[in-house]
Nanobody, 126 residues
Framework: QVQLVESGGGLVQAGGSLRLSCAAS????????MGWFRQAPGKERELAAA????????YYADSVKGRFAISRDNAKNAVYLQMNSLKPEDTAVYYC???????????????????WGQGTQVTVSS
């Protein structure tokens, strides 16, 4: 059974930092693009950051560029999201997601990811 388990969410003041972790089990994702999506109340789920399996191609939404950093440890089957200079508008449930290995599509849309975590709440107070 494939599982993605996020951790590291919480309540932080504006300007603070959090580090999200996602641990995968049940299969290896060393050849999969992995991403962090987020969904705020009343809004669609959006991609915040994604990394191809080698880390050779990394995507950031414009809203998080320069503040968030995605990294992965393929040996540990894990992906991380370092979030700095947090803003109230970063408040959302953050989801870890993984594509199937060697998926040939893009990585921008939720429908292109086959595996999802349960989400972790990030709340940034002003």
């Amino acid at each position: 059974q494939v599982q993605l388990v996020e951790s590291g969410g919480g309540l932080v003041q504006a300007g603070g930092s959090l580090r999200l972790s996602c641990a995968a089990s049940g299969r290896t994702f060393s050849r999969s693009t992995m991403g962090w999506f987020r969904q705020a109340p009343g809004k669609e789920r959006e991609l915040a950051a994604a990394s191809t399996w080698s880390g050779g191609s990394i995507y950031y939404a414009d809203s998080v560029k320069g503040r968030f950093a995605i990294s992965r440890d393929n040996a540990k089957n894990a992906v991380y999201l370092q979030m700095n200079s947090l803003k109230p508008e970063d408040t959302a449930v953050y989801y870890c997601a993984a594509q199937t290995p060697n998926y040939s599509g893009t990585y921008l849309y939720p429908g292109e990811y086959a595996y999802w975590g349960q989400g972790t709440q990030v709340t940034v107070s002003s």
